[in-house]
């Protein structure tokens, strides 16, 4: 079944079926029904970074070194987990300046560079062509593994291969067609790929389902499970050593430059830079690759060591490369259709990296590359006839066909040379190089183009001598000498024992040095002189990035330019129609109608060279915005003063913030004091009408009856006796109830002299239980006393608490009935005070009532007889005295059952000491 036109045929199924998913997220993606504003796709499309390096070759390491293929898992994993803030911050920048590539990215941050972007795209094509060429390669094998079936034969002894490799030749020009189709739709780069980025979270989900698939065949289909594989493996004295051997291949060093190496890679192999950065809609996606996408690669690696051990075991003694297990085990099996589905899992992983790969560097090499050139050289561009549109889109179609067909030519001259084998560290190794100006570039505003290019360069050149011409001499592309005798026979000069350092394993052995050159370079020569104006500023557009950077860049621009010029500018590269849209979109949104503004201001400017930026990379943008503008150059004085003023600004508009927040709450609090103020208003409003009020009843009484005693001149004299005492008993309500409310609004206003010293309670009760006792015996009320001896003393004023008892069993007694009444009076210790309660046995208060009477000239219930007598202020007061002195009153009552007054009263502070040295004595 598995004959030439079969995988040929489902080799073009499957490669259709990424057409059809692209093409249909792209038409999503014009309706505005955006395919990839989901933040799963976002995490899947990351997955690119497992390539079939990943795929096939991760079970090839695990079968040489036991767990040694993990370490390039890791770094991504901490990558994610760690650091994605710098991933967040390299999104803002990049999304602030439309920046569209890693090499404009670094030309942009040191002053809009070409120099510097065109080192960068050198560095990224060479460092990654031969990784495009392994994929290929990969695809071929495979291809010549299948043709083989049912017999298992290696590629490189297969007569199959150069059919297979012609296959691949042509998956690579079908490839070259999708990459132009959906990867330069637009010119404008900053345009997302959505169709392109749907495919290849299709891909990712693809590669990791087969190979789940074939690692469950192996571990529960072929053997009995994880168990059941290390049982075997015990039994082999040889494989056990790499079921255990935990971190062989370089020891600890050897880990952790991989792990190093792995997570700048994960932030800057240009496609990971494509996917995570370029092609990311929303910040908020990041948060889902956080965990997401480590899990996916924890998922990807769970089968890898089943697999490399089960193959090792199958395959013992018959010569099968270990890098193919993941085909050759479900073929020996005869397993046709998993077989197929591997297959094409590991076509997944190749075309997404080819892919996406593709467009990075196609871009790099169009913007960073040949626009400079052009504009440079040819002049073309400054040829202002010239709709440079369909010519951008030729040259970056152009690149995509040379960059594809570099890396078909290098795989079919490498062949199975060490070069290509060992290409997926040496890229790592390369794209590691910009890390120093990358980091350096979003948080130190020293560094500088001179240090950004000494430090790339330093980086590169120690890179190429110690990992790149080593790898050309041990595929028997150079004479090894220098390998082993050093270059021009100098010893300390051997590229992998560099200045005598042995030990660390050769991917290790260049990070170190490579790193060392770089950084230093990069910084030793960023302090040789001070940023120019241009550096200066994009530092503080990069380094501030999180903070609000965008309104430094049009407060740096000085000139003059006319409105149509940069419009007809932006038309030539982005066509008449597009940018007639945008500049209308961009008026409309500054709230300018067309026209009216025909010179262009500095923010202006600044958004057609944003919009440049994102067809032809900063750097070209930058020269073609200044040949429409008159621009007058800033001195870097003037810059840093400008920079100065607009931190300055910043602050002073956190300031201001701040201050605003605080005028709030002050205006807050105001408004609280004023609604208090205005209850109060109606509180005193309140008392004055109810003082008035309650004054003139006994006002009217005693003017009723002296008029009844004036009219009436013959009077009985038992009567007039009568009326007299009643105008006596008024004059006396009068003058209690006038007392009593000056009373209280003098320990309201907080104006009342207390007395306050050490009492005895018993001794207060007892005074006005004596004092009240004539009442009482009118009443023939009975009163019972329960008052213990040496309680602590309390702290209260005498008279004021004798005024609170008297108010207590006065209103007592006033509620008596004639004859029946009983008044219990009773002193307690409390835990931290003293109680003092007045029961009577009167008609009680209605529940609804008991917290009223202590309301101010509240009576209530049946007191009609009593009423005269009363003010409705006595509880008032006494509840203020006892809160006065720290304590309570408060009253309870079942109605036909009686009153109980209590009020509790705290021990004086003394007491308390003495009362604790009792305790602990
Ligand atoms: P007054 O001067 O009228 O006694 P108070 O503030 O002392 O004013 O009492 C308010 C109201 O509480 C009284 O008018 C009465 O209705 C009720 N009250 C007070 N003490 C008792 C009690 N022991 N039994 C029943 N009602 C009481």
Redesign the pocket.
Known sequence: MLEAPVVIAISLIYIGLLFAVAWWGDKRADQKRSLIANPTIYALSMAVYCTTWTFYGSVGRAAVSGIGFLPVYLGPTLVMALCWFLLLKMIRIVKANRITSIADFISSRYGKSHVLGGLVTVIAVLGIIPYIALQLKAVSSSVSLLLSYPEIVMPNRSATMSVAADISFYIALILAAFTIVFGTRHLDATERHEGMVAAIALESSVKLVAFLAVGAYVTYGMYDGFGDIFEHINASPELQRLATAIPSGGGYTGWFSLIVLSAMALLFLPRQFQVAVVENVNEAHLKRAAWLFPLYLLLINVFVLPIALGGLLHFAGQGVDADTFVLTLPMSQRQECLTLLVFIGGLSAATGMVIVETIALSTMACNDLVMPLLIRHKRVALDESRDLSRLLLGIRRGAIVVILLLGYLYFRLAGEAYALVAIGLISFSAVAQFAPAMIGGMYWRGGTRDGALAGLSAGFLVWAYTLLLPSFAKSGWLPDDFLTQGLFGIELLRPQQLFGLTGFDEIAHCLFWSFLANIGAYVGFSLLRPPTAAEATQATVFVDALKDAGSVGPALWRGRAQVSDLQELVARFLGPARAQALFTAYARRRGVARGVMPEADAQLVQFAESLLAGAIGSASARVMVASVAKEEPLSIDEVMHILDEASQLRTYSRELERKSRELTAATLDLQEANERLQELDRVKDDIMSSVTHELRTPLTSIRAFSELLRDDPRMHLADRERFLGLIVSEAERLTRLINQTLDLAKIESGRADWNGCELNLKEVIEQSVAATSQLFREKEAHVELDLPDNLPLILADRDRLIQVML??L???V??LAQGRGRVKVMLRLLTDGLEVS?A?N????RPE?QQL??EKF????D?MT??P??????????RRIVEHFGGKLW?E?VPGE??T?RFTLPFAPIQEQALAQVAAA
Request: aromatic content about 8%; glycine content about 18%.
């Open positions: 108010n207590l006065s209103n007592a006033k509620f007045v009577d009167g008609p009680g208060i009532d009477i202590f509240r009576q209530v219930g007191t009593a009423k007598s009363g003010t409705g202020l006595g509880l008032p007061i006494s009253v009552s009686g009153a007054f």
